[in-house]
């Protein structure tokens, strides 16, 4: 779980928990005295397998004996009033799948959904029973990463949970046929005896639909090709690129039509192993004076970086997303922490770059993460607009300013006692021009960042506290001489607060007391002759809860309590969802439409 920096975190080979990649780091941290160092160990709800916590076996089947519904607060995505043609494209049941191919399907566009769809869901439904970890998993369309996501865990009468995606953006993809691959690596044996089933369904919806505008046709439209930035095959183990050091990079080298005309780079990423919960890592130097040789270290700053033939076309400081076993699994049942099912992907327009990659020749996109270790599963996706009255396009770079980033560290600790302060700041700005049939257009891209975290270890860590907020800003602005034919900003903050206190228990139990609120608070601006979008999503969650873990790595008493709000606003409508929820229990749940005042 988080907050486990300050000492040692000991890890167990295997492979493919959301926890790990590889390794399966514990998602909940411990620390002992100053003489002994944390352990970062995996531990799971007791539902009735072992011990004797009667109240834990009767939340674990929430009171009745059918499977417990699990589900993300979202922004509903099915169009309203509406009834879409279904097509399963893909079914299969994960058992013991480590170190065997993915799951593979072939898929054709479906006669019977017609033509004249204009949006798409991707619907994951999933079943599971018994005791598992959770464990990463992605779907690809040919190479073209689509859903990356994490399970739920499951408990011993069962659990369903769905996750429901607008994929209007890759309907190119689907307008052809396709190889599917779903990735899920899972262990079962006499102790983990859940196996994941999963349906992957595609949902086409009409455009007769009227008054309502899906997220995928927003302005300024969908690309007319995707490709990926990815493996160029899906053996072993997925397309993904897994990245284990800041030295390591994830490349993919391929040829773009000669008629494009706009491009956009979206990243996709995600972290495991030492570094799941890399926000609450401390700075080598003290693991150093403290002699914590086997710790997670490396500091608590990590930057994704993409390159094109070599050149920093764009970072991401991405959102720390909390898996479903993270912090506290109570947390997270039936609601789990944000982002954990749909996991976000981030956007960089490169149509600056576009005379560059126009030119006939081949061209090379790179991805690594700086000070990362563990394990970093990255990917991308190449967004390209085809200009049909051309077969070629042409363009230059105008400018580049990619400064250095401007990085503070500054520690001040005593033994396995002191307080971290990390921040840093980076901008990236490029323009360049475009002459397609449809003019000689400029685009000037602008991007800037901002870090800022603290960590605080007390008690010779037994109390471990992270605050941390990324700040990132956006803006694209095209012209074509002195009149902008299309602006957009985007601006985003990813607030967090960590307070974990830990202490010994009887028979070699520990129990741990955490307290969290973080935030996905997002809002984007776009405005062109032809339409204008704006959009607000403020996104935040409270836990606080203290679980009982046993030395067989067993969560054998606990409370989970969580509170949710979710307000999304935008020029085409709201939507908006408030939760309490507490061990299994939904206490309070309201829904609707209606746009609130402070959204």
Known sequence: A?????????????????????????????????????????????DGYEGDNASLRSLGSGGTSQPLVFFEVSQPVDVPGSHPCSVLVLQHSFASTSGLPPAMGNFTPPVQCGKDWDSVTLKWSGTSKGRQYDRIAAVWFSGVEVLRTCTAEPTKLGIYWEVKKDITRFSPLLREPQLVVLELGNNVDKTYTGIFNINLTLEFFSRHNLGYVPPGLRCPGRADLVLPISRSSPLPDGYWFQLKNESDFGSKSLRIPTNVYKAILEICVSFHGDDEFWYTNPPNEYLEANNLTDSPGNGPFREVQAFLD?????????????????????????????????????DIDVTPFVGRLVDGNVHTFSLRVKNAMGNWIVGANLHLWLDHSSEKTSGNLLSYDAPPRHFISHSNFQGLNGTFHTSAERSIS????????????????????????????????????????????????????????????????????????????????????????????????????????????????????????????????????????????SNKGCYYRILSAKNYTILYDSSGIKCSNTS
């Open 2 to 46: 988080a907050a486990a920096a300050a000492a040692a975190m000991v890890v167990w080979s295997s492979r493919l928990s959301c926890c790990v990649l590889h390794f399966l780091a514990f998602c909940l941290f411990f620390s002992h005295s100053s003489a002994q160092r944390s352990l970062r160990r995996r531990a799971h709800v007791d």
């Open 310 to 346: 070599g050149t920093l076309v764009g970072t991401v400081w991405p959102f720390p997303v909390i898996y479903t076993g993270g912090i506290n699994p109570l947390f997270w049942r039936p609601a789990a922490a944000i982002g954990a099912y749909d996991l976000p992907s981030y």
């Open 430 to 569: 490029y323009s360049g021009y475009v002459q397609s049939s449809m003019g000689y257009t400029v685009t000037h891209s602008s991007y800037s960042f901002g870090f800022e975290n603290v960590l605080v270890f007390q008690n010779n860590s037994d109390v471990q506290i992270v605050t941390q907020n990324i700040q990132t800003n956006g803006e694209v602005v095209c012209n074509t001489g002195s009149e902008v034919v299309q602006s957009q900003q985007l601006s985003s903050s990813f607030p967090l607060y960590l307070y974990c206190l830990q202490r010994n228990a009887a028979n070699g139990s520990t129990i741990q007391a955490c307290n969290l609120t973080h935030a996905f608070n997002q809002e984007t601006y776009m405005i062109s002759p032809s339409c204008s979008l704006f959009t607000s999503l403020k996104n935040s969650q409270q836990a606080e809860g203290e679980i009982t873990v046993s030395k067989d790595n067993i969560v054998t008493s606990g409370i989970g309590a969580l509170q949710q709000r979710y307000d999304f606003a």
